[in-house]
């Protein structure tokens, strides 16, 4: 099964299983634990691995009380932290410890929830998605269902937490995959020029309209329309967008007749896009009609069973990019990946994993390899039991608590909203501790200068 993996390390014992990543794809198998598991390039082997690296039968895994590894005197070796296996002795690992086969990654996990089987394994469409988190599983679900249907896709996260990703996923699972898919980030577009290039425009319609140009939801007809950060898109274009869902058509900037258009719309954003609705920022009616199904994807700090196997795949597609042998991740950079907060999201942990490709020589990466940003830790959630305001009730909760709040309100620049969603508590909620704790209320733009401990 391409693309999705289990997301703990405890297992019922009849369920054990390993993921292979391996090239651009990535693999799910079940492992019996009765007898051993042979992995190499014959076919009768329980775990096939291709490619002339690999001998037919390379190693034997075991399963019946700790996982243990044996070589079996194999051509290239059976390599776990950067070192190769004597050959025929039977090596103790730790489940969820990566080792490597000719050019393939393998980790055993012994806790497996119920996931569903491909239909069609051979598809490329989960090529590059990392799934382990239960919920990210759901979501991933969900879009597939919904993919083979025309209905509009809102995606919400915080910047980074891959919505492109996802949207490209419903692209590729849907009947319009040979069809182009057309990105567009509506902030990142001029506000003079975001009309004519998502609409289009005729000859002559303003001063450098030299040529009859077709917009970008034009450029999509009969394909997909990914359209980022939809919450920055001026009022009056979101009318404009509406007629255009409404009535699959659209009006080019200077032009009379309407130009028929086939297009699938995924939508994203990073903003409150129902606060925005309720304070009629974003039109109620546009939101219903992009909401077909809406999602919210977690940021990667939510999800942290993705991180190390989204890291072992994007350090296996730069070390490929870079005509190298991909390092193994040590314990230690294991721990340092798993413990980061990843305030940027896959964003981050994508640079962090880039320079580590490619300034590392050697077959082990290790925790000083990652150049992890010491000052982006983020503050430690604290749950709110009841949404009245009232917070902890000693004195010494009361005050590491007024200490998390003033770490916070610093690192998010003074934004609230952004604080109160670090500090799991509602802003409302934020806002008592705030008079509680007699604590101004700070001006957004101020920046910490210290991490929130």
Request: neutral net charge; glycine residues 8%.
């Amino acid at each position: 099964m391409k693309g999705e993996f289990p997301s703990d390390t405890r297992l019922p014992a009849a369920r054990p299983c390993a993921l292979i990543l391996h090239d651009r794809h990535y693999e799910l198998r079940a492992l019996p634990v009765e007898r051993p598991v042979t992995i190499g390039r014959a076919a009768t082997a329980d775990i096939q691995v291709r490619g002339q690296d690999v001998s037919p039968r390379h190693v034997q895994l075991r399963l019946d009380a700790a996982p243990s590894l044996e070589d079996l005197d194999s051509c290239t070796g059976t390599w776990v932290d950067g070192r190769a296996l004597p050959p025929f002795v039977v090596t103790p690992i730790c489940a969820g410890h990566p080792f490597r086969v000719g050019a393939a990654t393998i980790v055993v996990l012994d806790d497996w929830p119920e996931v569903r089987v491909d239909a069609e394994p051979d598809d490329d469409a989960f090529a590059g998605v990392v799934v382990v988190d239960p919920v990210m599983r759901t979501i991933v679900d969900v879009l597939r269902r919904v993919a083979a249907s025309d209905i509009s896709v809102l995606l919400l996260g915080e910047t980074g937490s891959g919505k492109e990703v996802l949207a490209g996923l419903v692209h590729r699972c849907s009947p319009r995959r040979d069809e182009a898919l057309i990105k567009v980030n509506c902030a990142a577009l001029s506000p003079s020029l975001i009309e004519s290039e998502l609409f289009g425009h005729e000859r002559g319609a303003f001063t450098g309209a030299v040529d009859t140009k077709p917009g970008l939801i034009e450029v999509a007809h009969r394909g997909t329309l990914f359209l980022d950060e939809i919450g920055e898109l001026p009022p009056e274009l979101q009318a404009k967008l509406l007629r255009v869902l409404d009535e699959g058509c659209l009006r080019r900037v200077g032009g009379v007749a309407p130009v028929a258009i086939d297009v699938r719309f995924v939508a994203a954003t990073n903003r409150d896009i129902r606060a925005d609705v309720a304070r009629h920022r974003f039109r109620a009616d546009l939101y219903y009609r992009l909401a077909g199904t809406t999602l919210s994807v977690p940021p990667l700090r939510r999800r942290p069973g993705d991180v190390v196997p989204l890291a072992h795949a994007l350090l296996t597609a730069f070390c490929r990019r870079l005509g190298r042998p991909a390092p193994q991740l040590s314990p230690a950079a294991i721990a340092r990946l798993r413990d980061h907060a990843w305030l940027g999201n896959v964003r981050e942990l994508r640079n962090v994993v880039e320079r580590a490709a490619t300034l590392h020589q050697g077959p082990l990466l290790d925790a000083c390899d990652l150049e992890i940003d010491p000052g982006v830790a983020a503050p430690v959630p604290v749950p709110c039991a009841a949404d009245d305001g009232s917070g902890p009730t000693d004195a010494g909760a009361h005050l590491r608590e007024r200490e998390r709040i003033v770490a916070a309100l610093e690192f998010c620049h003074g934004n609230q909203s952004a604080a109160a969603k670090l500090l799991a508590m509602s802003r409302r909620t934020l806002l008592k501790r705030l008079d509680a704790y007699q604590l101004p209320r700070p001006r957004k733009g101020r920046r910490a200068t210290e991490p929130p401990s």
